[in-house]
Each structure stands twice: as structure tokens, then as C-alpha cells.
């Protein structure tokens, strides 16, 4: 005969809603005491040593000896689309901190948030003119011809770009999960990968920005979210119940919440070129994109490349990133890969025992 | 007991273990000063548990801690629906697997008559308002199963806010009562602004944001009716995981353990449905009448705003444009600057050095 799958005894069903019941009260007064700036990110000591419109750049403070650190300069390059602080999550899940450990001169370009009038910003006043003034800036500040940069997601597609224009002032080039080639093969078997490329494929994104302006960040986020509706609908906030009790815990799950709903919104004219240059047409591989009257031909980035990817990146999948190997000019091109996802790779437990160190020691294995 | 009566028996435990949780719920917000009763007739449970959550952390967290708070409450209250979902379900298949006879055509019909009660909407969509809000108020009885998902993307496109979902009076629910006084307001009263008359133009252009409006009505509708079906499929996958841990006289011990196999096979069925063709054109369907109400509604303001001597839109955009111009040239100009007092600095040098 057969019986039930579902063996839930009335008194176990019970038991179990105590203790969420318990664990609720316990955690409403936990959230009830904090205030927003505990849930602090982005808290690794800085200065702000360049501003322009909205963008900044940030001189993180070393964390080793000065005659440990490095001569070149580094510029993390964030995304457009997201906060920086994916960068700086929280003290013991930092990639900024971990890079200063290594003895990195870390630098960091916060793009900041466009506002309504930010619409008509272009990627070329985003590459030729921001991202370019403050490599200039950091160039000379330092006494350098050429800093290292590294770019995060859509922060490295647009490093990339830049290494191509101006391969003269870029010393490495260090790309973590970065879209290169977005012509990604979907597998039905596999559907939550490569789903936001996907997507994009179809997006009407002349109505969006003739509509929205620039283009806020919730929007974004439906397609990073309809790769798991559920879990992270709902899933997240019923386990959520589990560290209700813990602050520590429940301080970092408010974190990485404050960064994921938190973003920026993209400016509507740089987001309609992306979207339709990079990610539609995916010209950036087939070396068509031509900013400020300029061809971007990836063969001109020759400088040495690092480019690390995360296994099970669902929304960036490792061959769009490593399509970088069949264009690039570099005769010095290697990869790393990481056990972990995209976002994983900054803040998983394990990477960061994996992702800094490793930069370090590239970097350190082609010092000058 | 046979599988039926486990079935029945889980269906009853169920029914209690949620009078338990509303009933624990209620003890807290009695604790912490909230009031009302979920389990009284005259609220809705999920709005109640929403206005609990704002009460409880106000101010604390700021707003990752109000949005934590808010998708805590709401991620039970789906929970519950599901699991009462799953269950009726399971009702219906225990006894034909127990029989040994096909179960999928009993919880295909169950699972059509939910979907049913959504895909009925269109053709009545041209009838009265009454029609309009007596289906509303039946969609609106689901609201709870469908919220996590079609809240998020209805906040995303402007249509409603996710926490607000949990309220039928606003956001999704508000969309869903998108009747003539709510379309009233804000386009037709217009018309009535001084130097905003009633011309032919103004006319046309109500009437074309009107248009709109109903477009995206039937494109939600079209969306969350995909949706609603998509989840309809889940819970059959769902029901031929039970039916086969059944017959292999494997057991889940805990609600937790339902759901976990609940969402994870959700998340396949709904992410297998977002990558269909179908799908991306019913979504992109949505999101284009979407914006184009948006846009419509902008004509009508501009002609207002244009009345009433407010700086409209397009002016705006004229200003914003002037000042990306503007400040480009600035930055061109200070550049250009810059080189040439690089250079004259060298100059300077090399002249000294030489002379």
C-alpha cells in the first residue's frame, strides 16, 4: 500500500510554527534596533581625491607597509547598473580590503547616481570623458605613464573598451565576470543561464528610455531575479528566518540587500547604446563599436589580461567572458576560475581567500 | 490509514497548523502593539501582516530593514498559500494513485479552474465596470500566490510596489481596479483645468491615453494569466515529485522540506517558461503598453502643464540636453587648457635649461 510522502505529524507541524513564531519576535525586535547606517557598506577607509558631476574617486588607505606596496596604481572599474559597494560588502567580505592586504595602491571610480538631467549622458562621455579624466588624474598624481585597472561585470566590458582606446595609459588589465561576448548558445536544460542575455535580446529599449528617461534600477533587477523567482522572492526571506535571531548575521543579510535594491539607476543614453551595441548586436567581438568617432578594436588591448570568472555565473556564463582570449592582442593572457557565482566571486566566503590573492600575485609576478 | 486519508488528514493538520501561525502572528502583534485580527473576517490577512511589519520596524533599519521586514511577512503569508495549494492538490491526486490510475486529468481539471478564473478575464474585459471589478475581486482572491513574482515586476515597471502588493487597495491591486473613477482623475478631470478646455486635440489625446491604459490593462492581464499558468504547471511537477517519493515510501518530515521542493521545482518550470519565445513576446507586450501609457499620459500633462505656464517635459529635456552640451564643452575646453598649460610649462623648462 502506499503511504503519504508528506509525514508531517500535527504536533511536529506545530512545534515548527512555535519556533518560527519565536524566531519572528526575536528578529522584528532585532530590526526594530537597528538603524540605517549600521547596516553600513562601502566602510573601508577612504578619501575622496577626485570629483566630477556626479562620479568620484576614492584613495583607499593602506593596510601594509609603504615599502610593500605597489608602484603601479590601481583603478577598480565598478558597473554602471550597480553600487560599488559589491566591492567593499562588509569588513570580512571585501575585495577592496583584501587588495589592500596584497599591498595594492587601490583606487575605486564611483560612478555615483544619475539624476533626471544625467540622461543624456553617452558612453562617450562616460569612456572618453569621465573614466578617461580620472586615469589621467591618478596617472599624474602618481608620477605614471600607464595604472592597472580592474573591472567588475559591466565595469570590465567598459574597461575593456577603454584598454582598446588607450592601451598607452593601461599597465594590466584585470576583468572579473565580465560580459565580452553576449552571443551566449541558451541551454533549455539549463534555462536561469545566460536568461538575462536572453532577454535583453528582445528588449524594446528605445521605448524604455524614450519613456523612462534613464533607466531605474528595479527594471534591472526583474532580470536578475527571473533566473530563481521563487527562491529569491520568497525562498530568501523564509530561510531569512533562521539568522533572525543573530545581528551579526542579520546586519550582513541587510547588507548585501541595501546593495542589491540600491543601485543606480543607468543613464537612458548610455544604457540604450549598451544594450544595443554590446548586448543586441554584440559588436564589441566583432570590433564595430565606435566611440566618440573612434573604432574599438579589442586586438589593441596588448597589455597583460587577467581575466577571472566565477563557474557557476548563471548571469554572466563563463564563455561570454572567455571569448576574450580569440580577440585580444595580449600575448600575455591568462584566466582564473572560480568555484562560486557572479556575485559570489566578491562576496563568497571562499573567494576571498581566492580572488585578491590571486591578482596580487599576478600583479606581483609582472611587477617592474 | 490509506493514502486518501492521509491526504484528508494532512489537509486538516494544515487547516490547523495555519491557525496556529495567524494566531501566533497575532500573539506578536499584540506584543508589539499592533492591532486587528487576522483571523476576523473583516481584514485581509495579508494586509494585516503588512501593516504589523511597517508598525513593528518603523524607523528601525532603514529601508533594507522596512524591505527585509516586509518580504518576511510576505514570504509566509505566499507560503501558506502554497502549502494550501500543494494540499487541495494532493486531495485530488492521492485517491487515483492509490488506485493505481491516472492522476494527472483530476489535478489538470483543479489546476484549469484556477487558471480559469484568470483566463476568463479577457472577453470579459469589454463588459461593465461591474464586471470589471466583480473579475478584479476574484483575481484579487490570488493575489497572495501570485505577489512574489508579479509584484516585483509590476513595481519595476511603475504599475504597482512590491510590499504594497500585499495591500488590495494599491499597487497590483490597484491595477486590477483600474476602472473609469480611477481612470477618471487623473486624464479626464484634465479637461477641465482653465485654458485647458475641451478642444479636439485635448480631446484626442485623452482619449488615446485612455486607449493606453486599456492596453496595459490586457497586457497585464495577458502576463499574469501566463503566470498563473506557469505556476499551474509547477504545482503538476510538483504533485509527480510527491507521487514519486510515494512510490518509492520516501518522506518529508516538515513544512520547510515541502517548500524547498515546492520552490525549487517552481523556479525550473517558471525560468523554462521566461526562455520561451512566447513568453518574452507577452512580457515584451506588457512592458511596451506599459511605456506607452506612460507616454500618452505625458502628451496629456504637457498640454496641461503648457496651459497652466508649468516648465513641461519636453522643456525640460531641451534644458537637460543644453546642459550635457554645455558641460561637455566645458570639460573639452578645460582639457584643451590644460594641455596647453602643460605645454607652455615644458616650454618654459626647456628654455630655462637651455638658456
Redesign the interface.
Given at each position: 500500500m502506499l503511504s503519504s510522502p508528506v509525514d508531517i505529524r500535527p504536533s511536529d507541524a506545530i512545534d515548527e510554527i512555535k519556533k518560527i513564531n519565536e524566531k519572528l519576535l526575536k528578529g522584528v525586535e532585532n530590526l526594530s534596533t537597528l538603524k540605517d547606517e549600521d547596516v553600513d557598506i562601502g566602510s573601508t577607509p577612504k578619501d575622496v581625491i577626485y570629483s566630477q558631476d556626479r562620479l568620484r574617486v576614492y584613495h583607499y588607505k593602506p593596510m601594509v607597509d609603504k615599502d610593500k606596496i605597489f608602484k603601479t596604481p590601481l583603478l577598480i572599474v565598478p558597473p554602471l547598473i550597480n553600487g560599488y559597494e559589491v566591492a567593499d560588502l562588509q569588513p570580512d567580505r571585501s575585495l577592496v580590503r583584501n587588495l589592500l592586504k596584497e599591498g595594492l595602491d587601490v583606487h575605486l571610480l564611483d560612478w555615483g547616481y544619475p539624476r533626471p538631467v544625467d540622461k543624456y549622458l553617452t558612453i562617450d562621455d562616460y569612456i572618453n570623458g569621465y573614466l578617461n579624466d580620472c586615469v589621467d588624474f591618478i596617472r599624474e598624481r602618481h608620477s605614471v605613464d600607464k595604472i592597472a585597472i580592474l573591472g567588475i561585470c559591466q565595469g570590465g566590458t567598459i574597461s575593456t573598451t577603454y584598454s582598446s582606446l588607450y592601451p598607452e595609459k593601461v599597465d594590466r588589465l584585470i576583468l572579473t565576470v565580465t560580459p565580452i561576448d553576449f552571443d551566449f548558445e541558451h541551454n533549455p536544460k539549463q534555462p536561469h543561464v545566460g536568461l538575462l542575455f536572453h532577454l535583453g535580446k528582445a528588449a524594446n529599449v528605445d521605448l524604455m528610455v524614450g519613456a523612462l528617461g534613464n533607466v531605474p534600477a528595479d527594471l534591472l533587477n526583474v532580470s536578475f531575479m527571473m533566473a530563481s523567482p521563487f527562491v529569491l522572492n520568497i525562498g530568501k526571506y523564509a530561510d531569512l528566518i533562521d539568522i533572525l535571531d543573530n545581528k551579526e548575521a542579520l546586519l550582513n543579510f541587510l547588507r548585501m540587500e541595501k546593495w542589491l535594491f540600491g543601485g543606480p539607476a543607468a543613464s537612458g543614453e548610455t544604457y540604450r547604446f549598451f544594450v544595443k551595441n554590446y548586448l543586441q548586436d554584440n559588436k564589441l567581438v566583432k570590433g564595430e563599436i565606435e566611440i566618440g568617432g573612434r573604432k574599438v578594436d579589442l586586438a589593441n588591448v596588448t597589455m597583460p589580461v587577467l581575466n577571472i570568472y566565477a563557474k557557476k555565473d548563471h548571469l554572466v556564463p563563463p564563455p561570454c567572458t572567455v571569448a576574450l582570449k580569440k580577440h585580444v592582442g595580449s600575448k600575455d593572457y591568462t584566466e582564473l576560475e572560480i568555484d562560486t557565482g557572479h556575485i559570489g566571486i566578491y562576496t563568497g566566503g571562499a573567494s576571498q581567500k581566492i580572488l585578491a590573492p590571486n591578482v596580487g600575485k599576478w600583479l606581483r609576478e609582472r611587477a617592474h | 490509514m490509506?493514502?486518501t486519508e492521509?491526504?484528508e488528514s494532512?489537509a486538516k493538520?494544515?487547516a490547523?497548523?495555519q491557525k496556529?501561525?495567524w494566531g501566533?502572528?497575532y500573539?506578536?502583534a499584540q506584543?508589539?502593539g499592533g492591532g486587528g485580527n487576522p483571523l476576523s473576517g473583516f481584514y485581509d490577512p495579508s494586509a494585516w501582516l503588512r501593516q504589523v511589519?511597517d508598525a513593528?520596524?518603523?524607523?528601525?533599519?532603514?529601508?533594507?530593514?522596512q524591505?527585509?521586514?516586509s518580504?518576511?511577512f510576505?514570504?509566509?503569508t505566499?507560503?501558506m498559500q502554497f502549502m494550501n495549494l500543494l494540499t487541495k492538490s494532493?486531495q485530488i491526486v492521492?485517491p487515483s494513485?492509490?488506485a493505481g490510475k491516472p492522476w494527472q486529468p483530476d489535478l489538470q481539471k483543479f489546476i484549469s479552474q484556477w487558471v480559469e478564473q484568470i483566463t476568463a478575464l479577457p472577453g470579459k474585459m469589454k463588459g461593465t465596470t461591474e464586471n470589471i471589478t466583480d473579475l478584479s475581486k476574484s483575481i484579487g482572491e490570488w493575489i497572495p500566490l501570485l505577489t512574489?513574482?508579479l509584484?516585483?515586476?509590476h513595481?519595476?515597471?511603475g504599475t504597482g510596489h512590491f510590499g504594497e502588493l500585499m495591500k488590495g487597495s494599491s499597487g497590483f491591486g490597484k491595477l486590477m481596479m483600474l476602472e473609469q473613477q480611477s481612470l477618471q482623475p487623473p486624464i479626464g478631470g484634465f479637461a477641465e483645468l482653465p485654458g485647458a478646455g475641451l478642444t479636439r486635440e485635448t480631446n484626442a489625446k485623452i482619449m488615446k491615453a485612455s486607449d493606453a491604459l486599456l492596453d496595459l490593462r490586457k497586457a497585464a492581464l495577458r502576463y499574469d494569466m501566463e503566470i498563473a499558468q506557469g505556476i499551474g504547471q509547477a504545482v503538476e511537477r510538483t504533485m509527480e515529485r510527491?507521487?514519486d517519493?510515494?512510490?518509492k515510501?520516501?518522506?518529508?518530515?516538515?513544512?520547510?522540506e515541502?517548500?524547498?521542493l515546492?520552490?525549487q521545482t517552481?523556479?525550473?518550470t517558471?525560468?523554462?517558461k521566461?526562455?520561451s519565445d512566447e513568453f518574452?513576446?507577452i512580457?515584451?507586450e506588457m512592458?511596451?503598453a506599459a511605456?506607452?501609457y506612460?507616454?500618452k499620459l505625458r502628451d496629456v500633462l504637457e498640454m496641461v502643464y503648457s496651459a497652466l505656464d508649468i516648465p513641461t517635459r519636453s522643456e525640460?529635456?531641451d534644458a537637460?540636453?543644453a546642459?550635457?552640451d554645455l558641460?561637455?564643452e566645458v570639460?573639452d575646453l578645460k582639457?584643451a587648457l590644460h594641455g596647453l598649460t602643460a605645454s607652455q610649462t615644458s616650454l618654459v623648462t626647456t628654455a630655462q635649461i637651455s638658456g
Amino acid at each position: 500500500m502506499l503511504s503519504s510522502p508528506v509525514d508531517i505529524r500535527p504536533s511536529d507541524a506545530i512545534d515548527e510554527i512555535k519556533k518560527i513564531n519565536e524566531k519572528l519576535l526575536k528578529g522584528v525586535e532585532n530590526l526594530s534596533t537597528l538603524k540605517d547606517e549600521d547596516v553600513d557598506i562601502g566602510s573601508t577607509p577612504k578619501d575622496v581625491i577626485y570629483s566630477q558631476d556626479r562620479l568620484r574617486v576614492y584613495h583607499y588607505k593602506p593596510m601594509v607597509d609603504k615599502d610593500k606596496i605597489f608602484k603601479t596604481p590601481l583603478l577598480i572599474v565598478p558597473p554602471l547598473i550597480n553600487g560599488y559597494e559589491v566591492a567593499d560588502l562588509q569588513p570580512d567580505r571585501s575585495l577592496v580590503r583584501n587588495l589592500l592586504k596584497e599591498g595594492l595602491d587601490v583606487h575605486l571610480l564611483d560612478w555615483g547616481y544619475p539624476r533626471p538631467v544625467d540622461k543624456y549622458l553617452t558612453i562617450d562621455d562616460y569612456i572618453n570623458g569621465y573614466l578617461n579624466d580620472c586615469v589621467d588624474f591618478i596617472r599624474e598624481r602618481h608620477s605614471v605613464d600607464k595604472i592597472a585597472i580592474l573591472g567588475i561585470c559591466q565595469g570590465g566590458t567598459i574597461s575593456t573598451t577603454y584598454s582598446s582606446l588607450y592601451p598607452e595609459k593601461v599597465d594590466r588589465l584585470i576583468l572579473t565576470v565580465t560580459p565580452i561576448d553576449f552571443d551566449f548558445e541558451h541551454n533549455p536544460k539549463q534555462p536561469h543561464v545566460g536568461l538575462l542575455f536572453h532577454l535583453g535580446k528582445a528588449a524594446n529599449v528605445d521605448l524604455m528610455v524614450g519613456a523612462l528617461g534613464n533607466v531605474p534600477a528595479d527594471l534591472l533587477n526583474v532580470s536578475f531575479m527571473m533566473a530563481s523567482p521563487f527562491v529569491l522572492n520568497i525562498g530568501k526571506y523564509a530561510d531569512l528566518i533562521d539568522i533572525l535571531d543573530n545581528k551579526e548575521a542579520l546586519l550582513n543579510f541587510l547588507r548585501m540587500e541595501k546593495w542589491l535594491f540600491g543601485g543606480p539607476a543607468a543613464s537612458g543614453e548610455t544604457y540604450r547604446f549598451f544594450v544595443k551595441n554590446y548586448l543586441q548586436d554584440n559588436k564589441l567581438v566583432k570590433g564595430e563599436i565606435e566611440i566618440g568617432g573612434r573604432k574599438v578594436d579589442l586586438a589593441n588591448v596588448t597589455m597583460p589580461v587577467l581575466n577571472i570568472y566565477a563557474k557557476k555565473d548563471h548571469l554572466v556564463p563563463p564563455p561570454c567572458t572567455v571569448a576574450l582570449k580569440k580577440h585580444v592582442g595580449s600575448k600575455d593572457y591568462t584566466e582564473l576560475e572560480i568555484d562560486t557565482g557572479h556575485i559570489g566571486i566578491y562576496t563568497g566566503g571562499a573567494s576571498q581567500k581566492i580572488l585578491a590573492p590571486n591578482v596580487g600575485k599576478w600583479l606581483r609576478e609582472r611587477a617592474h | 490509514m490509506n493514502l486518501t486519508e492521509q491526504a484528508e488528514s494532512m489537509a486538516k493538520m494544515w487547516a490547523e497548523a495555519q491557525k496556529q501561525i495567524w494566531g501566533g502572528l497575532y500573539d506578536l502583534a499584540q506584543g508589539a502593539g499592533g492591532g486587528g485580527n487576522p483571523l476576523s473576517g473583516f481584514y485581509d490577512p495579508s494586509a494585516w501582516l503588512r501593516q504589523v511589519a511597517d508598525a513593528w520596524t518603523k524607523g528601525g533599519g532603514g529601508d533594507s530593514g522596512q524591505r527585509a521586514a516586509s518580504s518576511i511577512f510576505a514570504s509566509q503569508t505566499s507560503m501558506m498559500q502554497f502549502m494550501n495549494l500543494l494540499t487541495k492538490s494532493w486531495q485530488i491526486v492521492a485517491p487515483s494513485l492509490e488506485a493505481g490510475k491516472p492522476w494527472q486529468p483530476d489535478l489538470q481539471k483543479f489546476i484549469s479552474q484556477w487558471v480559469e478564473q484568470i483566463t476568463a478575464l479577457p472577453g470579459k474585459m469589454k463588459g461593465t465596470t461591474e464586471n470589471i471589478t466583480d473579475l478584479s475581486k476574484s483575481i484579487g482572491e490570488w493575489i497572495p500566490l501570485l505577489t512574489p513574482w508579479l509584484g516585483f515586476v509590476h513595481q519595476a515597471i511603475g504599475t504597482g510596489h512590491f510590499g504594497e502588493l500585499m495591500k488590495g487597495s494599491s499597487g497590483f491591486g490597484k491595477l486590477m481596479m483600474l476602472e473609469q473613477q480611477s481612470l477618471q482623475p487623473p486624464i479626464g478631470g484634465f479637461a477641465e483645468l482653465p485654458g485647458a478646455g475641451l478642444t479636439r486635440e485635448t480631446n484626442a489625446k485623452i482619449m488615446k491615453a485612455s486607449d493606453a491604459l486599456l492596453d496595459l490593462r490586457k497586457a497585464a492581464l495577458r502576463y499574469d494569466m501566463e503566470i498563473a499558468q506557469g505556476i499551474g504547471q509547477a504545482v503538476e511537477r510538483t504533485m509527480e515529485r510527491l507521487a514519486d517519493l510515494a512510490k518509492k515510501d520516501k518522506k518529508i518530515h516538515s513544512v520547510r522540506e515541502v517548500m524547498q521542493l515546492w520552490f525549487q521545482t517552481a523556479d525550473r518550470t517558471l525560468t523554462e517558461k521566461f526562455c520561451s519565445d512566447e513568453f518574452i513576446a507577452i512580457q515584451n507586450e506588457m512592458a511596451s503598453a506599459a511605456l506607452n501609457y506612460k507616454l500618452k499620459l505625458r502628451d496629456v500633462l504637457e498640454m496641461v502643464y503648457s496651459a497652466l505656464d508649468i516648465p513641461t517635459r519636453s522643456e525640460m529635456d531641451d534644458a537637460y540636453r543644453a546642459i550635457h552640451d554645455l558641460k561637455k564643452e566645458v570639460r573639452d575646453l578645460k582639457k584643451a587648457l590644460h594641455g596647453l598649460t602643460a605645454s607652455q610649462t615644458s616650454l618654459v623648462t626647456t628654455a630655462q635649461i637651455s638658456g
